[in-house]
C-alpha cells in the first residue's frame, strides 16, 4: 500500500477526534484488519429516545464509522473517502448497553468500496441494525496504475472477503 | 384523527428533547403540514469532518427526524413509531452552513410509511442528500378499524402527495 | 408453524411457475432449509446486457426470489408475502455463466422479514451483487397471539441466524 | 456533450433491444429531456404475481432502465454506463394495467450519477413504487478534463434539477 497502512490506534484516534459529532459517542475500535473492523458504541445517556431504546442516528455514526474504517484499513489514511451511500435496516430496538459494529468489506475496486456492516447489542446474538453502503475513494498520486484492482462494476482483480 | 392532530411546536419540542443525541443539534422545525415536514439544522463545529464539510451522521440524523415529523404529521402523537429502513444517498459536501431537510410522504398505509427528503444547504438549489424510508406505526387502540387505510402492499385508501 | 413447512420442491414450482417473468428464468432451488435458501440463475442468453455481462434486472429477481424463499421457508405457503424495500448493490459485472443468490434471513417478526442476498458467479467466490429488503408477512387467522414473535422494531423473541 | 447527444427514439431501441430480458417487456419511453426521462411498461400477462398484482422484478426493470436513460440524456450514448446501486420502495400492489416511471437526476458528477424514479399506474396518481439509485459512468477519452462537473461527494460545478 503505497499510501502506508493505518494502526486500530490511529484510525481510532480519527474516529475520536476528526469528526466531532461522532467522537464524542467514545467509539473504541475493537477489530483494526483489512477488510475486517468492529466498533464499540459504549452506552451513555446521549442515546436514548422514546421507549427507552437506543435512537437510529447513533445506530447510523456506529455503521457509518465501522465502514469508513473498514476502507481505510484497506487504503491506507485517505481521509477524505466519502460515503456516497448508506442503507440501514433497523431490526430490533436495542435496550441501554453497549453496541458493537461488525463491518467486512464487500469489495474494494479503484474508485469505490462497497462493504456491510452488523450491529449487536455487546453480549446478545440478535442483530440490531444491518447496513450496506458505498465509500469514494479519492485519487492518490502515489498510486501505480491499476494498483488496487478494477473498478467496481467491473471484472478483475479485487480484494473481497466472502461470506462467513 | 383519532389520536389528535400535532402542532409544529409539539414536534418541535418532541425533536429537541426527546432524542437528546439529535437534540443537541438545535433543529427548527420550518414546515409542519400533513406529508410535508421542513426542518433545519443550523451550523455549528460540532458537525464538521475531514476536509472541512458537514459529516454523514448529522445529515442522517437530519433526515430521520424528518421523516419521523412526516409521519407524526399524518398519524398524530405516535413517538414509539420508528424507522425500519432509510436509504441514503450523499450527493454533494455541504460547506459548513445551515442546511434544510425537506420532506414528503410517499404512502401512508395501516402499518408502514414511506416518506423521502431531500437536504440543501439553505439558499442554494443544489441537493446536498437524498433519504428514502420507512416508518413502522405501532397499532392504537382507539383506532377505527381500517381507518388509516391500507397497509403499504395492498391496493386501497392511501393518502399519498404527488411529485411536484 | 400452523400454515404448514414448505419443500424446496414446492418452492421451486412457486418460484417457476406464479411469476411468469421469473419463471421463465428457469430458476433451480439449490437450498432450502428455514431461514437459509440458495438459488441458481443458469444462463441464456435472456440475460445479456450491452458489454457482454448479464444485466441488473436478472440480478435483482434472482435476489428478489431467493428472499422469497428465505421468508417461506420460515413462515410457511403465505404467497402474498410482498417485498417492501429492496437494496441492491451491483460489485461485479458477471460475465455470462450461472449465478448463485445465496440467502439468510437477518430478522423475522410477525409482520416484517428481514434477509440478504449475496450472488456470486457459479465456482467463483467474487461477489457479484448483494442485496437487502425487507418482506410484509400478511396475516394469517390460524396463527396463534404472538406467534412468531414480535414486530422488527420492537425487543422479544425473534428468530434470527448470526453472521457466518 | 462531445459524445453526441441521443434521441429518445435512440434510447428506446437500446432498452428495448440491447438488453434482451427487458426487451421483451415493450417499453415505450415517454419522454426524453436532459435530466428527466419517462419511460412506460405496457401491461401484459407476463408480469403478473401471486394475489393478481405486477410482480417486483418487472417493476425494478422499469425503474433500472428509466434511470439509464436519465443518465444517457445527460452523458449521451455510454452504453457502458452501469447501476452500482439501487434501493426500491414498494408502495403498492398495482392492479394489472401499464404502468409509467417517471425519473429525473438528483446529481451528476463526473464519475457517478444519483436519480430518484416515481412508478404509478397509468390514469392514476397513487405511487407504485420508488426507486433511487447510482449510475458510474465509464471515463472517456473525448471529454474534456473537468467536463461533467466534480464527483459526486465534492462541492463544484453540476447539473440538479430540483424538486418539482
Given at each position: 500500500m503505497t499510501?502506508?497502512?493505518?494502526?486500530?490506534?490511529?484510525?481510532?484516534?480519527?474516529?475520536?477526534?476528526?469528526?466531532?459529532?461522532?467522537?464524542?459517542?467514545?467509539?473504541?475500535?475493537?477489530?483494526?484488519?483489512?477488510g475486517r473492523v468492529d466498533v464499540e458504541l459504549p452506552y451513555c445517556d446521549l442515546l436514548i429516545r422514546p421507549g427507552g431504546t437506543i435512537c437510529g442516528p447513533a445506530l447510523f455514526a456506529l455503521a457509518d464509522i465501522t465502514l469508513y474504517g473498514v476502507v481505510l484499513s484497506l487504503?491506507?489514511?485517505?481521509?477524505?473517502?466519502?460515503?456516497?451511500?448508506l442503507a440501514m435496516h433497523f431490526l430490533s430496538k436495542p435496550p441501554p448497553g453497549d453496541l458493537l459494529?461488525?463491518?467486512r468489506i464487500l469489495r474494494l475496486g479503484t474508485r469505490l468500496a462497497v462493504g456491510e456492516v452488523l450491529v449487536r447489542s455487546l453480549g446478545r446474538s440478535e442483530p440490531?441494525?444491518?447496513?450496506?453502503?458505498?465509500?469514494?475513494?479519492?485519487?492518490?498520486?502515489?498510486?501505480?496504475?491499476?494498483?488496487?484492482?478494477?473498478?467496481?462494476?467491473?471484472?478483475?482483480?479485487?480484494?473481497?472477503?466472502?461470506?462467513?
Amino acid at each position: 500500500m503505497t499510501r502506508g497502512t493505518m494502526t486500530a490506534e490511529e484510525f481510532e484516534a480519527l474516529a475520536t477526534r476528526a469528526v466531532p459529532y461522532v467522537g464524542q459517542l467514545g467509539l473504541r475500535v475493537r477489530r483494526f484488519e483489512p477488510g475486517r473492523v468492529d466498533v464499540e458504541l459504549p452506552y451513555c445517556d446521549l442515546l436514548i429516545r422514546p421507549g427507552g431504546t437506543i435512537c437510529g442516528p447513533a445506530l447510523f455514526a456506529l455503521a457509518d464509522i465501522t465502514l469508513y474504517g473498514v476502507v481505510l484499513s484497506l487504503v491506507g489514511r485517505l481521509e477524505l473517502a466519502v460515503t456516497t451511500d448508506l442503507a440501514m435496516h433497523f431490526l430490533s430496538k436495542p435496550p441501554p448497553g453497549d453496541l458493537l459494529g461488525e463491518g467486512r468489506i464487500l469489495r474494494l475496486g479503484t474508485r469505490l468500496a462497497v462493504g456491510e456492516v452488523l450491529v449487536r447489542s455487546l453480549g446478545r446474538s440478535e442483530p440490531v441494525a444491518h447496513a450496506v453502503g458505498t465509500y469514494a475513494i479519492p485519487e492518490s498520486r502515489d498510486e501505480p496504475p491499476g494498483g488496487r484492482g478494477s473498478r467496481v462494476g467491473e471484472p478483475g482483480g479485487t480484494l473481497e472477503i466472502g461470506r462467513g
